[in-house]
């Protein structure tokens, strides 16, 4: 059966309540105070079952509101979740200011479809009707309550006239309006907490997206806090499951009625993030006075309620009448998901000035997009595919996962994988790995690991190419994207792999002559000398190049293995080294150990070399210590 959420509106006093009752039965001020001063104060419920014009049933949820001005914060509180408003007016007192507040509200909210009810017809008679029905035609002109699209009827819910043409036209009217949707991620603004004899916890709210079952875990945000649902009831009835547009109430376990409060969300757990910035289009009324930058309100967005400062982008200030693109930043995090609407209201006197729509929550610092606004405009317009390459393009090199777009979006992994594999087939976006990237952001990646190798190449001419790892620091982004890139280059035979360095096609060593030559001379001073070599620092000095580049290419000398260093002082050639081993071969025919003084005539070394030289052995597991002797291995 279809649910649909309807919510009253209008001036204090105007028959809101008095209307409900007459439809459901139930009396919505359900608090003594509102009963014992004939006012609501605070949001209420009913419901009500109803044909549609085809015959199908219909489950009406009704939100009834306080038309009080100081009671309009719980006003929002309750119009949040609504598909269907009542604009209700008294016949005897017409249009009135939260009659204006109300429907402002409704239209920054942009609740599609209404019904205008003009009640306590009664109390007035036909002429003065036809009066105030004129006068609330004009009123409505051109909004989604123009009297051209959107019924106006007349009701006393003192005698029950007119109350059947508006239950047949709520009927028309509500089974015109498209279901939410189920399949989206469950979502559900709390509106009350309270504890109830043998359950325990229980929340309300209406379920504004998703499905919420039995036993399934949920998120508490902005806490962050894991609750199970032991219990789940729909319009007061109880059931294994709600589902979008339902009235919800839910019995909860694992928290306690301090930890949760109005303002708070449910949502699938694990999914979404709550945030202190969002960007928006804001719209301002145009009877509020201009708004400047920086200014503070309130900011009121399905049942929460926190402090702004308005970021204006690119302006100064916003006038009466105006939209424009801004940042609000909240005292306290929310859960809002891009398309969720919100109010703004003047920070004192509180009055209701303007609203809008979230376009992004997951906003990145300015510093880092410089063109926020043009991304806030895509994402303004709305086109799936649009938003979906412009949020991967934002990320640049870094990059961005499924679920950090489910995040972002509120979209479901059926959805984002959907558009993404339309946007990957149009050829905008990549996927490496677990990441979507942007093509132009990961043109420039590779251009900028080509122009890191070229400018590491010339730096270090005197090495074959850069550490993997260090050049992946140098670049940034996730290892799956650093990978393509290079991926990409090599294919491209623009970048080679040897090994775990990585260097530009060709390039690697490249030694000037004089380098070259010295290279030789180091080489051969040292292949020449045998074991009994010189000093590193006699053989640089004698050559004609600096002493930095020497030492590079002692580096590159000894990284070949061609200088083989045993100790702090002492290289060799690694012919020289190989000479000794095949010498030691030699001797342990004649005799499995050798000591200090055997080993020195045997090499022709000094003291000096001769332990170095039997320490490296040892190392290498030619020889073994055995107290002054060794064994040759
Ligand atoms: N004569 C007449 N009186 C009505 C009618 N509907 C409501 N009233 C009276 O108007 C007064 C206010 O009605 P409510 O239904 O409480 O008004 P409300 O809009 O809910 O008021 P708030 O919730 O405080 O904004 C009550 O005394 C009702 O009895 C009607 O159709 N005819
Ligand atoms: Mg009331």
Not at 470 to 494: C, M, N, Q, T, Y
Not at 501 to 529: H, P, Q, Y
């Amino acid at each position: 059966m279809k649910s649909v959420i309807v919510g009253t509106a209008g001036h204090i006093d105007h028959g809101k309540t008095a209307l409900v009752k007459a439809l459901t039965g139930i009396d919505a001020d359900r608090l003594e105070e509102e009963k014992r001063r004939g006012i609501t104060i605070d949001i209420g419920f009913a419901h009500l079952e109803l044909p549609t014009p085809k015959g199908e049933k219909l489950r009406l949820g009704f939100v009834d509101v306080p038309g009080h001005e100081r009671f309009v914060r719980n006003m929002l509180a309750g119009v949040g979740g609504i598909d269907l408003v009542l604009l209700v007016i008294a016949a005897d007192e017409g249009i009135k200011p939260q009659t204006r507040e109300h429907f402002d509200i409704c239209r920054l909210l942009s609740v599609r479809r209404g019904i205008t009810v003009l009640t306590k017809s009664d109390a007035v008679d036909r002429e003065t009707l036809d009066v105030v029905r004129l006068e609330v035609e004009e009123f409505l002109g051109g909004s989604f309550l123009d009297p051209a699209k959107s019924p106006i009827v007349a009701v006393s819910s003192l005698t029950g006239a007119g109350l059947e043409d508006l239950k047949h036209l709520l009927g028309e009217v509500a089974s015109e309006i498209p279901a939410r949707d189920s399949a989206a991620p469950a979502r559900l603004p709390i509106d009350r907490v309270f504890t109830m004899k043998g359950f325990g916890t229980v929340v309300t709210g209406t379920l504004v997206s998703g499905s919420i079952q039995k036993e399934e875990e949920l998120e508490v945000f902005p806490t962050g806090r894991r609750t199970r649902v032991r219990g789940v009831q729909v319009h007061s009835h109880a059931a294994e499951k709600a589902v979008a547009g339902q009235r919800t109430a839910l019995n909860l376990a694992g928290v306690s009625t301090e930890e949760l409060a109005r303002g708070m969300m449910l949502a699938v757990p694990g999914t979404f993030r709550a945030s202190k910035r969002i960007d928006v289009s804001l719209t301002l009324l145009k009877s509020a006075k201009p708004l400047k930058d920086r200014a503070r309100v309130h900011l009121h967005a399905y049942t929460s309620e926190t402090i702004a400062e308005v970021r204006v982008y690119g302006k100064k200030q916003i006038a009466p009448g105006e939209e424009a693109l801004a940042q609000l930043r909240m005292d306290d995090a929310a859960l809002l998901l891009p398309g969720d609407r919100f109010i703004i209201r003047q920070f004192s006197p509180v009055i209701t000035i303007g609203g809008g729509t979230t376009l992004d929550a997951a906003t990145v610092p300015q510093e880092k997009m410089p063109d926020v606004q043009r991304f806030l405009q895509v994402l303004g317009e709305g086109d799936p595919q649009s938003v979906l390459v412009a949020r991967i393009e934002r990320r640049a090199a870094k990059g961005i996962s499924a679920p950090e777009l489910i995040a972002e979006t509120g979209w479901t992994d059926a959805l984002v994988t959907g558009r993404a594999a339309a946007v990957i087939q149009g050829g905008a976006v990549l996927r490496l790995g677990d990441h979507f990237v942007a093509k132009t952001a990961f043109d420039s990646l590779t251009h900028e690991v080509a122009a890191q190798l070229e400018s590491f190449h010339q730096r270090n001419p005197l090495v074959p190419g850069i550490s993997r790892r260090e050049l992946h620091d140098l670049v940034g982004s996730p290892e799956e994207v650093f990978s393509g890139a290079l991926i990409s280059l090599v294919k491209e035979k623009r970048v080679e792999l040897p090994g775990d360095v990585v260097r530009l096609a060709g390039r690697g060593v490249v030694m000037k002559d004089e380098e070259a030559e010295s290279k030789k001379t180091i080489e051969e001073a040292f292949s020449s000398a045998g074991l009994a070599v010189p000093a590193l620092n006699q053989v640089l000095g004698g050559l004609k190049i600096d002493k930095a580049r020497a030492q590079k290419i002692v580096t590159l000398l000894l990284r070949d293995r061609i200088l083989i260093k045993i100790s702090d002082e002492l290289v060799f050639h690694r012919d020289a080294l190989d000479q000794l081993r095949r010498q030691l071969t030699s001797y342990k025919t004649k005799s499995s150990k050798i000591d200090v003084g055997k080993f020195k005539e045997l090499t022709g070394v000094s003291r000096k070399y001769a332990i170095p030289l039997l320490e490296y052995l040892d190392r290498q597991r030619v020889t073994r210590r055995i107290g002054d002797q060794r064994e040759i291995l």
